[in-house]
């Protein structure tokens, strides 16, 4: 039963428009959530976090946000750049000793 | 500075062979992680360990073993190799206070 969901295998946006990759979950009990970029070849390497007793976050072009009640977090990429394509993974923690449950990841392509 | 590296790169191995994968990292962290990455799959977690001398079992644990003798190794190991375990394996690690997972370059395993 996968616990954490990213229902979209793949998305394709413009070069200078926004990014939106989605991520669900189904344990209320996550108390921190991470995405990370994947470049085809290379380790995941983290991107940003939040919290769960936040509802946004963010970092320079990216911020992820989180809603609580419908169990969903968002990560906004404005605006896109070419080298923004990769792989992205969402996954979440129950606590700090616990390991990061993945999703499948989302592919992201940004076309010039 | 490496941060996590793996040891090797790439393998094929032949059905019933065994072998064993080293990730090393140095940045004196206590939790390390094995991974295996499928297409479509995302990232499973294998095993982990929480800190030296201790293992526990992951998501897909069948057909590994794990070791952490030192603080900065963890080895996972096939003891006879099946197509099933074909898959690129990614090793991370964690500090205590850090909640990112810090993840090295992968190895690509091929069982014929």
């Known amino acids: 039963d996968q616990q954490v969901k990213q229902n979209s295998p793949s998305l394709s946006v413009q070069e200078g428009r926004i990014s939106i990759l989605n991520c669900d979950y189904t344990n209320s009990m996550f108390d921190y959530f991470l995405w990370y970029k994947k470049y085809p070849a290379e380790g995941p390497t983290f991107l940003i976090s939040?919290?769960?007793?936040?509802d946004k976050n963010e970092d320079g072009r990216f911020t992820v946000f989180l809603n609580k009640s419908a169990k969903h977090l968002s990560l906004h990429i404005v605006p896109s750049q070419p080298g923004d394509s990769a792989v992205y993974f969402c996954?979440?923690?129950?606590?700090?000793?616990?390991?990061?449950?993945f999703g499948k990841g989302t592919r992201l392509s940004v076309i010039a | 500075n490496a941060g996590v590296t793996q040891t090797p790169k790439f393998r094929v191995l032949k059905t019933g062979q065994s072998m064993t994968l080293l990730c090393a990292q140095d940045m004196n962290h206590e939790y390390m992680y094995w991974y295996r990455q499928d297409p479509g799959m995302g990232l499973r977690l294998i095993h982990y360990s929480v800190g030296e001398g201790t293992t526990a079992k992951g998501e897909v644990p069948d057909g590994y073993n794990v070791s952490r003798l030192k603080k900065q190794n963890f080895l996972l190991g096939l003891e006879s190799a099946a197509p099933s375990q074909t898959s690129v394996y990614f090793c991370a690690s964690r500090g205590q206070v850090n909640h990112e997972q810090y993840f090295g370059p992968g190895t690509r395993l091929t069982v014929t």
């Open positions: 996954a979440a923690r129950l606590s700090r000793n616990t390991p990061l449950v």
């Open positions: 939040i919290s769960s007793i936040k």
